[in-house]
Structures are given as structure tokens and as C-alpha cells.
């Protein structure tokens, strides 16, 4: 066990652990990484599964969001005709010529 033992205390590890550290970090993340994308850790059926369940929920917010813009667009349409609605009896209204009757306690205004 001597030389072995030389050799292991002659190698100056104060200088070399910093990267040692790093590197080995490194590849600790980098294995995780891979256990995980080939199913290793979190199986690949499960996996699937959470992301087809990711995906209808994905496809009924977007069919709600379409849903609700056609809504949208039939009320502002509705709001519209309305007011143009409004506008014309608002001017007819206005048009109309406004007398006073005789002995009549109602008087139309002319503002």
C-alpha cells in the first residue's frame, strides 16, 4: 500500500478540487438528465400520460377561448345595430315638430 498511498498524497488536490467540484456536478446533473429522458426515474408511460393530459386541457381552453370570441364578436355586432338603432330614433324624435295645445299641462320641450 505504500506506493499506491505516495502517489495519492502527492497529488495536490487543494488546487484541483474547485474543478474536481464542478466537473463532477457536472456530470451528476448531466446523468440525471439522462435517466430521466429515457424513463429511468419517471417512467415514460407516466410521462405520457401527464402529457396527454396536459394537451386536452391545452385543446379545451383553446375551444373555450373560440367559444368565447364568437360570443364576443355576435354581441359587439348586436351592440351595433342597436346604437345605429338608437341614432335613427334619437334623429326622428328630434325632427319632430313641437307644439303647445291649449289648456294642455303637458308642453314638449324643445331640447
Known amino acids: 500500500m505504500g506506493p499506491s498511498r505516495d502517489v495519492l498524497e502527492s497529488i495536490p488536490w487543494n488546487g484541483i478540487s ?3 467540484g464542478t466537473g ?3 456530470m451528476v446533473i448531466l446523468a440525471f ?6 424513463g429511468r426515474i419517471v417512467p415514460a408511460e407516466q410521462v405520457d400520460r401527464m402529457m396527454a393530459a396536459k394537451d386536452a386541457q391545452i385543446a379545451y381552453l383553446q375551444d373555450a377561448l373560440t ?5 364576443n364578436s355576435e354581441l359587439t355586432a ?3 345595430r342597436l346604437m345605429v338603432q338608437g341614432d335613427v330614433q334619437t334623429r326622428v324624435l328630434q325632427s319632430l315638430p313641437t307644439t303647445t ?5 303637458h308642453v314638449a320641450t324643445s331640447e
Open 101 to 105: 295645445h291649449a289648456g294642455s299641462d
Open 33 to 38: 438528465w439522462r435517466l430521466m429522458s429515457t
Open 24 to 26: 463532477l456536478g457536472l
Open 18 to 20: 474547485g474543478g474536481i
Open 78 to 80: 348586436q351592440v351595433t
Open 67 to 71: 367559444k368565447r370570441d364568437a360570443a
